[in-house]
């Protein structure tokens, strides 16, 4: 059996609001949440807890998420900015000297 190989590159990943989409996310799990409290009767009565449950499930991983990618975007931001001093200090070879 041969080892399957890509016929394409892969498509560079999208970058966006990627911290407000994870934390409106995380918002709208938390109160869809809420809004089944009170309800919690009617969903007992129709083994349907699940959903209330699923829901406080989806805020808290939320929150796992937020913690994410917030590292995840100073972690980006550090290695641009060492990256970019490194270059000035470090030109390479041929380069014409900054001002």
């Known amino acids: 059996m041969a080892k399957w190989t890509p016929r394409h590159e892969a498509p560079e990943p999208l970058e966006g609001p990627i911290v407000a989409t994870i934390t409106g996310g995380t918002i ?11 309800f919690y009767g009617w969903f007992d009565d129709r083994d349907l807890t699940w959903w209330v449950w699923t829901c ?43 001002p």
Request: hydrophobic share 50%; charged share 15%; net charge positive.
């Open 56 to 98: 406080l499930a989806g805020a808290g991983l939320g929150l796992i998420g937020i913690w994410y990618v917030r590292t995840r975007e100073a972690a980006i931001k550090r290695a641009r900015t060492s990256d970019a001093a490194g270059a000035a200090e470090h030109p390479e070879p041929g380069a014409p000297p900054a």
């Open 28 to 38: 709208l799990w938390f109160v869809m949440f809420l809004v089944q409290v009170p």
